[in-house]
């Protein structure tokens, strides 16, 4: 069993910038592609970033690209999400997910994830 726990998220105002992060349980880490999502009450969840097992390929949805980073650190078993000039509309419970297979990064929403964490709340305000 994979314990995802994701930290790092708060309130902001528009424009500014907050990183979250997830700390990962099993040291199989490395091999798990991670990826991050967002969900609004009453909307599906919507798949943002993910990132390769190495950390050297990374896929975006396109509305984020440019504003939003993904990274790993497989050392400290963590992924983050950078995120900047943010908008209110980016307002949501973010949370990561593991692929153990590690192929799912490149299928951006259509990917497939195994283990979730609970969430972090991000709220920006205008």
């Known amino acids: 069993q994979v314990q995802l726990v994701e930290s790092g998220g708060g309130l902001v105002q528009a424009g500014g910038s907050l990183r979250v992060s997830c700390a990962a349980s099993?040291?199989?880490?490395?091999?798990?592609?991670m990826g991050w999502f967002r969900q609004v009450p009453g909307k599906e969840r919507e798949f943002l970033a993910a990132?390769?097992?190495?950390?050297?390929?990374?896929n975006y949805k396109d509305s984020v690209k440019g504003r939003f980073t993904i990274s790993r650190d497989n050392a400290k078993k963590m992924v983050y999400l950078q995120m900047n000039s943010l908008k209110p509309e980016d307002t949501a419970v973010y949370y990561c997910?593991?692929?153990?297979?590690?192929?799912?990064?490149?299928?951006?929403?259509?990917?497939?994830?195994?283990?979730w964490g609970q969430g972090t709340q991000v709220t920006v305000s205008s």
């Open positions: 990132i390769s097992p190495s950390g050297g390929n990374t």
């Open positions: 997910a593991a692929d153990v297979l590690g192929s799912s990064w490149y299928r951006g929403p259509g990917g497939k994830y195994d283990y």
């Open positions: 099993q040291s199989t880490f490395t091999i798990y592609g």
